[in-house]
């Protein structure tokens, strides 16, 4: 079983629809995590970042952590075709301190 | 903003080839790394480094080994290149040992073994 679960989709909305992303975890030792959206042939960036449980907002863009779940979400208001991308979650291990990736969720939002 | 280069977007090598993967930053960054992305795979950790002449394995180093001779430059090193080493290999650069600082990635070389 994979530290870090997150179906690989391909997900196709409208544009405007909300979308909802998430990943699953099964160890406690994870701490921080992360979002990073990838465009096709492009390298990974940085786009949220969480410690504790709860909501963090940026813009469309809103993380959600519920530690007790071992569950995290991105969720994106009023989807645009330039959101189209592979989203990757990721979480640091506190007792290591290495990032673990999830595989990638590869969203297409359509005009 | 930091910037990572990796020094080829597209490369193809023959199968025993020995491939150099290039990556520079232009920032102080200490630690930095090597990840390859394959479909269905996710990003697997090959090889990373905290500091000058210090290198560490991660999941997958079978088949490659590193470099760090300059703080700003991390090299991947592909000893005899095989087809299974076909995928699209990222570097990554971090500030300071705390991973909650989060990565930094190149855009890329996407490596065909022929």
Redesign the interface.
């Known amino acids: 079983q994979k530290e870090v679960e997150?179906d690989?989709g391909p997900l196709s909305v409208p544009e405007g629809a909300i979308v909802s992303l998430n990943c699953t975890y099964s160890n406690s030792a994870f701490?921080?995590f992360?979002w990073?959206r990838q465009y096709s042939?492009?390298?990974?960036?940085?786009l949220m970042?969480t410690?504790s449980s709860g909501n963090k907002e940026d813009g469309r863009f809103t993380a959600q952590v519920d530690k007790s779940s071992k569950y995290i979400s991105l969720f994106i208001r009023d989807s645009q075709p330039s959101d189209s991308a592979t989203y990757?979650c990721?979480m640091?291990k506190s007792n290591t301190?290495?990032?673990i990736?999830?595989?990638?969720t590869t969203l297409q939002v359509k005009p | 903003d930091v910037k990572v280069t990796q020094s080829s977007r597209y490369l193809v090598k023959r199968t025993g080839e020995k491939v150099f993967l290039e990556c520079v930053q232009d920032m102080d960054h200490e630690n930095m790394f090597w990840y390859r992305q394959d479909p269905g795979l996710g990003l697997r950790l090959i090889y990373f480094s905290y500091d000058v002449k210090m290198k560490e394995k991660g999941d997958i180093p079978e088949g490659y080994s590193v470099s760090r001779e300059k703080k700003e430059r991390f090299s991947l090193i592909l000893e005899s290149a095989s087809t299974n080493q076909t995928s699209m290999y990222l570097c990554a650069t971090q500030i300071g040992t705390r991973a909650n600082y989060g990565y930094t990635f190149g855009s890329g070389t996407r490596l065909t073994v022929v």
């Open positions: 997150q690989p701490q921080y992360m990073y042939r492009k390298g990974p960036e940085l970042y410690y990757l990721a640091v301190g290495k990032l990736f999830g595989q990638g």
